[in-house]
């Protein structure tokens, strides 16, 4: 089971924000370069925001300019700071290791007024 634990889902307005959390081991923290997927009803899984190796971080065009993938190197930490919400941002959040099987069980994000 990965050792990652999402939260800070909800249920927010359109033009809304949100903070996720995802609190991971510290070997965990440690061992892989943290991102964050989502998934809507219906649709593929999506790369939303990761730390890559060489220190560059990924955004998902879609987000790009609204959310912003943070870390807490003392609390091994990630945070997604989600800002001007809208209803296609609705999934369900999770939060792992890209390239691996090590992903939480997810949040739900939810977009509507």
């Known amino acids: 089971q990965a050792q990652v634990q999402e939260s800070g889902g909800g249920l927010v307005q359109p033009g809304g924000s949100l903070r996720l959390s995802c609190a991971t081991s510290?070997?965990?923290?440690?061992?892989?370069?943290i991102g964050w997927d989502r998934q809507a009803p219906g649709k593929q899984r999506e790369r939303v925001a990761m730390f890559n190796s060489d220190g560059s971080i990924y955004y998902a065009s879609s987000v790009k300019g609204r959310f912003t993938i943070s870390k807490d190197d003392v609390r091994n930490t990630v945070y997604l700071q989600m800002n001007n919400l809208r209803p296609d941002d609705s999934a369900v959040y999770y939060c792992?290791?890209?390239?691996?099987?090590?992903w939480g069980q997810g949040t739900q994000v939810s977009v509507s007024a």
């Open positions: 792992g290791a890209p390239g691996t099987q090590h």
């Open positions: 510290s070997k965990f923290y440690g061992d892989y370069f």
